[in-house]
């Protein structure tokens, strides 16, 4: 190798390494993407979310991930933009609809705004595929707590909400009944 070879790969890797050493001092965060798997039992007769209580940090990216091999999901906020469908997330946050997402598809939004974010699965919300993400906790400027109820939510969905005091005193909750 010539010498000036040899100083380019020097001063490249020293670049290098200048360039990530902000990144290795400040770390990453250690919920910097949180996922989410949409899951079912192999004949269909069950489909959650899981985990279908998440708590993360504002600015967290969530990554939707459909690990059943035998149906198609969406991850959809509950927002009147959204298929007419009452506010069930911040007033100041920006809805999101994944689509439908095929097997081991992903989808991914970064959550913002401080409060409670809950979603649905299109299909299958009759079914009580339903998720609520709590984003920062309700001592953060501009929180909104959760909607308790709302009209048009069938009842398997309505039941389907972690309690957000669970959520927070656990981080995440897997769905109950799922095998």
């Known amino acids: 190798m010539t010498r000036h070879r040899r100083d380019v790969l020097k001063l490249g890797g ?14 990453a ?5 949180a996922v989410v798997e949409m899951a079912g039992t192999a004949r269909g007769e069950h489909v959650w979310f899981r985990p279908h209580g998440l ?7 969530v990554r939707f991930v459909n690990r059943d091999a035998g149906n198609s999901h969406t991850a959809t906020a509950y927002h009147p933009d959204l298929y007419g469908r009452s ?5 100041a946050a920006t809805p999101w609809d994944s689509g439908f997402l095929l097997p081991d598809a992903q989808f991914e939004v970064m959550l ?9 699965c299109l299909p299958h919300e009759m079914a009580g595929m339903v998720g609520r993400i709590v984003v920062g906790r309700p001592t953060d400027a501009g929180w909104q707590g959760p909607v308790e109820s709302a009209s048009d939510l069938p009842d398997a969905a309505l ?6 005091d669970d959520i927070l005193a656990q981080g995440a909750i897997q769905q109950g009944g799922e095998p």
């Open 55 to 61: 708590h993360v940090n504002p600015g967290t990216l």
């Open 159 to 164: 039941n389907g909400f972690a309690p957000v």
């Open 14 to 27: 020293g670049l290098l390494a200048a360039l990530s050493l902000p990144a290795i001092l400040r770390g």
């Open 112 to 120: 913002t705004v401080p409060g409670v974010y809950d979603y649905y």
């Open 87 to 91: 506010l069930r997330i911040p007033d």
């Open 29 to 33: 965060p250690s919920d910097a993407v």
